[in-house]
């Protein structure tokens, strides 16, 4: 139960940066596109178009099972891991928001997971459905990893002061769904 309560965790930390992935994914399957008449290998070109599409859907499917378990949970769980999903703050921000108590909102908050969880997995989204979908994926599978490791992936989320640019190689980033034109490298932004 442990890696599916880690798995939910991972979706919802990802649940803001959903929408940036898919559009990404739609941009650079319309640029391997509009870039895929001049090349010499057009199978390869299509696999990586369809990689694309599949991790846009992929993607979809995790903002889509944190929207329908955060409308199933109780009130109390059901809020904070709605301001945890949608606003990546503190629980200590949540508590002073919510008028709880900072050991209730951990608290429910470690509940609402695993009742998260539970829910997940009695729809057939267990381990093995998360695994092979997205323990490989740049978003969703490195929040997986860092939360496996103890780390607070909602800590540093969403603040500007905490970006950083980093540079990625062009099939790196074609691989995470990256648009990058016809430059070798590209910076982009994200944080720690």
């Known amino acids: 139960m442990e890696n599916m309560i880690c798995w939910t965790e991972a979706i919802i ?37 369809i990689d694309c599409n599949m991790r846009a859907e992929s993607y ?11 409308e199933k949970l109780p ?22 928001r919510l008028n709880y108590s900072k050991r209730s909102t951990f608290r429910w908050y470690a509940e609402g997971l695993k009742k998260a ?6 729809q057939g989204y267990d381990e093995k459905w998360f ?22 992936v909602f800590g540093r989320a969403g603040r500007l002061s905490d ?3 980093i540079r990625v190689r062009l099939e790196d980033a074609v691989a995470a769904g990256l648009l990058l ?12």
Do not use: W
């Not at 979809?60 to 955060?70: E, G, H, M, Q, S």
């Not at 059901?78 to 200590?92: D, Q, V």
């Open 13 to 49: 930390a990802a649940y803001r940066r959903l929408p940036r992935a898919v559009a990404a994914c739609n941009q650079t399957c319309s640029s391997l596109a509009s870039s895929g008449f001049y090349c010499e290998n057009t199978l390869e070109l299509v696999q990586k178009m």
């Open 60 to 70: 979809i499917n995790a903002k889509v099972l944190v929207d329908r378990f955060l």
């Open 75 to 96: 009130l109390k769980n059901a809020n904070i891991l709605y301001m945890r999903s949608h606003f990546n703050i503190s629980m200590e921000d949540i508590a002073t």
């Open 117 to 122: 969880a539970i829910a997940l997995k009695a």
């Open 131 to 152: 695994e092979e979908r997205y323990s490989k994926d740049v978003l969703i599978g490195d929040y997986y990893l860092q939360i496996k490791k103890g780390a607070d």
């Open 163 to 165: 970006c950083k640019k």
């Open 181 to 192: 034109g016809d430059k070798r490298a590209a910076v982009i932004s994200c944080v720690d």
